[in-house]
Each structure stands twice: as C-alpha cells, then as structure tokens.
C-alpha cells in the first residue's frame, strides 16, 4: 500500500483547448495604439516591429495585429477622431521594469514608443 495518493482528473477537449490558450495569453503582451491626425492619412505595421527591453538583450516579436494592415497593404484613414488598432508581441523577461515599441523599417513614419513602464497586466495604451 502506497503512502501516496495520486489524483487524475481526465479534461474534455474544449476546456484543455482553453486553458491551454489562457496559459499562452498571459505570456503575451497586448499594445493599444491610438493615432491622431487632423488629415487623412495611411497607416500599416511592419513584421519587423519589437518590443525591447531597456536592461537587458531581449525583444519581443510582433505575434498578431488588429485593426490596421501589415506592410506593403495601407489602411486608409479618414477621420479626424483618434484611429485605434492593437498588437500583440511574445512576453517580456520577468525582470523587465521598461521597454521601447520599435518599428523597424525603410523611409519615414515607423512606430516609436520609448520608455513604456511594465505593468502587471502587460496590457499597455500609447497614442501619437
């Protein structure tokens, strides 16, 4: 007779699925941008686009985007109230207290944040 007792609890598939996804989007960090412009303009986001860690070697890829185009493809903006569009980039080291959002590209116009404080809902709102 064992000392021991060992539990087995057998998950359906949907709630494996999920748990499994909030495990993965926990990890993520999750960036609002706000753009304002009194004119019509064109925005689009390059995959070549990091978080950066200010203490450390670390960046963090561009993992999903919504509600803007990913370079070459615009989109067109024509409204003079704030444009808002989201991205989502792999997690940052624990130990990381500030980082910069950097869109690395050819010619004018790339995405700059710089000094962003890490919080702990990794869920971040920055507006130019």
Not at 14 to 43: F, G, K, R
Not at 63 to 87: C, D, G, M, Q, R
Request: hydrophobic letters at 40%; a negative charge; aromatic letters at 12%.
């Amino acid at each position: 007779m064992s000392d021991s007792i060992k539990y087995s609890i057998e998950l359906d598939t949907e709630t494996a699925t999920l748990a499994a996804d909030a495990v993965a989007v926990e990890s993520q960090v999750v960036v609002h941008v706000s753009i304002w412009s009194s004119e019509p303009v064109n925005l689009r986001i390059w995959g070549s686009t990091y978080l950066f860690d200010q203490h450390s070697n670390h960046h963090s890829k561009l993992v999903h985007f919504e509600n803007i185009s990913l370079a070459p493809t615009w989109t067109p903006v024509h409204t003079a109230k704030p444009y808002k569009f989201t991205l989502l980039f792999e997690g940052l080291p624990k130990s990381c207290i500030q980082f910069d959002l950097i869109e690395i590209a050819l010619g004018e116009g790339c995405f700059e944040f710089k000094n962003i404080t890490r919080n702990q809902s990794d869920v971040y709102y920055v507006e130019s």
